[in-house]
T-cell receptor, first 116, second 108 residues
Framework: GAGVSQTPSNKVTEKGKYVELRCDPI?????LYWYRQSLGQGPEFLIY????????DSGLPNDRFFAVRPEGSVSTLKIQRTERGDSAVYLC??????????????FGPGTRLTVL | DAKTTQPNSMESNEEEPVHLPCNHSTISGTDYIHWYRQLPSQGPEYVIH???SNVNNRMASLAIAEDRKSSTLILHRATLRDAAVYYC?????????FGTGTSLTVIP
């Protein structure tokens, strides 16, 4: 079956612009996660959805970052007034349930965001 | 979540076993120990996880110290496809803290 997909694979934008990054999780997975990965670093947690609701958004760096999952499937990460420091690979993962201690997370290939 | 210490890098010859260590001395009694790996230009992928007992699956084995303050991921026969960054992640909560992991180089 299909894995987690993310679009676009690459996004180049200018400082100050608004961007949306999309994640299509594995069908039937109720939990969805967003991470950000800078060069040479491990992924950094941003937000976790259980169904339609954001169960934990404590990793979002500031109020320019927002994510939604209106129907409990596809999720969109939205970044307003982008800054050069937002440049990174944005990873999405899904798992069957939100039971993090047992359910493995399946990651997408990521969206590489470059802010000029 | 527990802090982890992993070597920055390791090398192994192809078809030899590899032992990847991880120290997690502040682990709590309910933290599972997860291992993920990330191949170049890909998202991380699950390798194995455990709580107290040693675990085996088709990819690897996980040896957990009796005091749970350290664990070792064992690849029984390294292949070139195993070259990746390996992350050790003790956790119970929603957040996975990946750290910087161990970059494994497999020498043909």
């Amino acid at each position: 079956g299909a894995g987690v997909s993310q679009t676009p694979s690459n996004k180049v934008t200018e400082k100050g612009k608004y961007v949306e990054l999309r994640c299509d999780p594995i069908s039937g997975h109720t939990a969805l996660y967003w991470y950000r990965q800078s060069l040479g670093q491990g992924p950094e947690f941003l937000i976790y959805f259980q169904g339609t609701g954001a169960a934990d958004d404590s990793g979002l760096p500031n109020d320019r970052f927002f994510a939604v999952r209106p129907e409990g499937s596809v999720s969109t990460l939205k970044i307003q007034r982008t800054e050069r420091g937002d440049s990174a690979v944005y990873l999405c993962a899904s798992s069957l349930t939100g039971d993090r201690v047992r359910n493995e997370q399946f990651f997408g290939p990521g969206t590489r965001l470059t802010v000029l | 979540d527990a802090k982890t210490t992993q070597p920055n890098s390791m090398e192994s010859n192809e078809e030899e076993p590899v032992h990847l260590p991880c120290n997690h001395s502040t682990i709590s009694g309910t933290d599972y120990i997860h291992w993920y790996r990330q191949l170049p230009s890909q998202g991380p992928e699950y390798v194995i996880h455990g709580l107290t007992s040693n675990v085996n699956n088709r990819m690897a084995s996980l040896a957990i110290a009796e005091d749970r303050k350290s664990s070792t991921l064992i690849l029984h026969r390294a292949t070139l496809r195993d070259a990746a960054v390996y992350y050790c992640i003790p956790n119970t909560g929603n957040q996975f803290y990946f750290g910087t992991g161990t970059s494994l180089t497999v020498i043909p």
